[in-house]
Every structure is written in structure tokens, then in C-alpha cells.
């Protein structure tokens, strides 16, 4: 189930001004990502309304006010706020009148502005309130920025993965979290993966203990989110088993609905973890431009095989 939004968080996040600071904060959320500029609602007409949606009024809306006689003005105030709207927000520090001002105080919604145009903010608190309103699930694993491809390293406790992540941070990449991976659906296409806030920044390596990267190697080697784009699963060596050698074709992994292209990578004791993970994210990016090794491989030994008959 996903939580809301502290409607405190998104005053502190979007820098809004509190123009009804005797309206409480303390216990409201907001639940969904979504913005309303209520136009029609303005003019009367309330069916089908988004009362559950953060209300954002802009110069046009506010234009139109400056219309209406004063009762009239009242009178949709009234059943606006009667709606027990999240919030109201007005843009380009556009200042409320006082009659709608002690209305919310009465009906307790809180009233904010801010200096940012409608159309910028709108953008920004809806694409902040979709990362945070996303459905989440963690997992256990690893995920590093690799040349600017979100790596998730995957496998058995003990196999090697903050070893892994270590080396890469050494090698000048990004640690994003250890242990513990929170990832986000933000959309169909796109799945972002975090650390929780206790362990962030931290890596736990058997025999010594927790180390503090941000501390250790600078803020250069950690950010705060990051895309998954590729799946590394770490596994020990089977000789019984056969592995993928050509990869002509991509193998998948699942979150929350969303495939991710996935390599199952054996492990044996001299090979470097760090350099495969660094040619795994580069081959990724290539592919993604277009290119794909195993296919131009393919191709030149179709290209020898006919010369040859």
C-alpha cells in the first residue's frame, strides 16, 4: 500500500509560503500525484470533482476571480473549501484576498504561494509527488551508477556484492545503496531504486564492518536515486550448467511489472567483478544506441560462411 505525501514535507520540498499558519499541518498527507487547477469548479460546476488533488490557482484562475462580485466570491469559496480540499496554492506570488484567507482558516485547508510559474511548478511538484507516490517494494542487492547505467547487483548473501560495489567506487563510480534496495515504479517504462534512510550511504563488508562512503571516498562517490536499466545476478561457478557466451538474446527480470534486461554472471575465485560489471553496463549502453557486439559477430561469420562456398 502506498503512503502519502506529509503535506510539511511538500511545503519544506517546493519552498511555499504559509499564508494561514493557524491551519495545522501535523497529520495531513497528500495521496495522490496529480494537480487540479479548478477552473469549472470556479464557475459552479463541482460534478466530478478532484477534491483529493492538491488545487493550483494561476493567473488565469485568478484573473476570472478578479471578475466576480464579492458574494459570488463567497459563495464558491464556501463550496470549494467544503470539499475539505488538501491544499490550495497559488502561483507567481499572487496574494488571496482575506475573505477567502478566514474562510480557511474555518474550513481548515491550509493556504500556500509560490513564486514559481503555474505551468513550472506544476511540472515539478507532479513529477517529485509521482516518485514519491510510486509503487515501492525493496529487495535485497546492491545498486551502483555505472558510467550513468543504474547497475542492481544481485545474489546470495555473502557472494560478493558490496566487494563488488566497492571496487567499482574505487574505480571512480557512484554508490547509490547497500543491502537494502528501494525501488519505485514511476512509470511503465521507468523503475527508480533508492536506499532506505538508516543505510544510506553505508556498506557492510564482512570482517571489517560498516563503512561510510560519502565519508571514506567523498560525495563525488554516492548519489541519492538512481534508474535501474541492467540486472547482474552473482552466482556461484556449476560446471554442470551452461552459460549464456554470445548473448544474442536478452534475458529478463521482473519488478512490480516493469522487465529489466538481466545476466547471470558465475563466480569464480581470480575473476575481477568490478571490470565485468563495468563491461556489462558499457555493452548495455551500446546496445541501447544501437549497437550489439554479439549480432555484428554473428553477421561476420554468415559473412565468411558465404564467401566460402
Request: aromatic fraction near 6%.
Amino acid at each position: 500500500m502506498v503512503q502519502g505525501v506529509k503535506l510539511s514535507e511538500i511545503v519544506e520540498k517546493m519552498d511555499l509560503k504559509n499564508l494561514t499558519p493557524d491551519v495545522e499541518l501535523i497529520g495531513r498527507e497528500v495521496n495522490v500525484p496529480d494537480i487540479n487547477r479548478p477552473a469549472l469548479q470556479l464557475t459552479g460546476f463541482f460534478d466530478h470533482f478532484d477534491s483529493d488533488r492538491v488545487q493550483m490557482i494561476g493567473f488565469v484562475e485568478y484573473a476570472y476571480l478578479e471578475t466576480l462580485t464579492k458574494e459570488r466570491k463567497i459563495k464558491i469559496y464556501e463550496e470549494l473549501l467544503s470539499h475539505k480540499v488538501p491544499c490550495i496554492i497559488f502561483s507567481r506570488d499572487m496574494q488571496p484576498e482575506q475573505e477567502l484567507l478566514d474562510l480557511a482558516v474555518k474550513h481548515e485547508v491550509p493556504i500556500f504561494t509560490t513564486s514559481k510559474s503555474t505551468s513550472s511548478f506544476m511540472g515539478e511538484i507532479i513529477r517529485w509527488l509521482n516518485v514519491k507516490l510510486a509503487p515501492c517494494i525493496s529487495i535485497h542487492g546492491v545498486l551502483v551508477d555505472v558510467y550513468g547505467v543504474g547497475v542492481l547487483i544481485m545474489g546470495e548473501s555473502g557472494i560478493g556484492k558490496s566487494e563488488a560495489a566497492l571496487e567499482l567506487i574505487k574505480r571512480g563510480h557512484r554508490l547509490v545503496t547497500d543491502d537494502v534496495v528501494e525501488i519505485r515504479k514511476v512509470s511503465d517504462d521507468t523503475l527508480v531504486g533508492a536506499a532506505p534512510d538508516i543505510t544510506r550511504h553505508f556498506i557492510e563488508l564482512r570482517g571489517i564492518g560498516i563503512v561510510d562512503v560519502k565519508s571514506m571516498f567523498g560525495v563525488q562517490s554516492v548519489r541519492e536515486t538512481q534508474n535501474i536499466d541492467l540486472v547482474i545476478t552473482l552466482e556461484d561457478w556449476n560446471r554442470d550448467k551452461e552459460y549464456d557466451r554470445l548473448g544474442l538474446e536478452e534475458n529478463y527480470t521482473e519488478f512490480l511489472g516493469n522487465r529489466v534486461v538481466c545476466h547471470s554472471i558465475p563466480i569464480r575465485p581470480g575473476r575481477n567483478l568490478a571490470i565485468i560489471v563495468e563491461s556489462a553496463a558499457v555493452n548495455h549502453r551500446q546496445k541501447q544506441m544501437g549497437y550489439n557486439a554479439a549480432q555484428e559477430l554473428y553477421k561476420r561469420v554468415q559473412e565468411n560462411l558465404a564467401k566460402n562456398r
